[in-house]
Nanobody, 122 residues
Framework: DVQLVESGGGSVQAGGSLRLSCVAS???????MGWFRRLPGQEREGVAAIAGDGRTDYADSVKGRFTISRDGAKNTMYLQMNSLKNEDTAMYFC??????????????????WGQGTQVTVS
C-alpha cells in the first residue's frame, strides 16, 4: 500500500511563497502524482500534476506561479508556490495514482491521498 504525507503548509502574507512537500512510501512502481486543493465551501479541484514520464499539468489559476516537481531519490513531490494570493487559501492534498492512463485533473483516478496541509494567505 501507498502512504502519502504532506508538509509545508502554514500562514503567509499575500505575495509570499511556500513549498509543499509530499513524501511517498510503500510503492514499487512509478506513479502519477498531483496536488489538489479544497477551498472553503468548494469541491476539491486539481492544482498541478506530474506524470511518471515528467509531463506536468497546471490549473489556469496557478500557471506561472506554482511549480510541481519530484525528487525520485527522496520519493518526494514538491509544489513551489510563489506570488500567493488570498484565493489560494485552501487545504492542499497530495495524491498518487497507479493507473496507466494519466488524467491529471480527475480526482477519482487518484487512489492514494495524503491527510492534507492547510495553506492560509492573508
Amino acid at each position: 500500500d501507498v502512504q502519502l504525507v504532506e508538509s509545508g503548509g502554514g500562514s503567509v502574507q499575500a505575495g509570499g511563497s511556500l513549498r509543499l512537500s509530499c513524501v511517498a512510501s510503500g510503492y514499487t512502481l512509478p506513479m502519477n502524482m498531483g496536488w489538489f486543493r479544497r477551498l472553503p465551501g468548494q469541491e476539491r479541484e486539481g492544482v498541478a500534476a506530474i506524470a511518471g514520464d515528467g509531463r506536468t499539468d497546471y490549473a489556469d489559476s496557478v500557471k506561472g506561479r506554482f511549480t510541481i516537481s519530484r525528487d525520485g531519490a527522496k520519493n518526494t513531490m514538491y509544489l513551489q508556490m510563489n506570488s500567493l494570493k488570498n484565493e489560494d487559501t485552501a487545504m492542499y492534498f497530495c495524491a498518487a495514482s497507479t493507473r496507466n492512463l494519466w488524467r491529471p485533473r480527475v480526482w477519482n483516478d487518484y487512489n492514494y491521498w495524503g491527510q492534507g496541509t492547510q495553506v492560509t494567505v492573508s
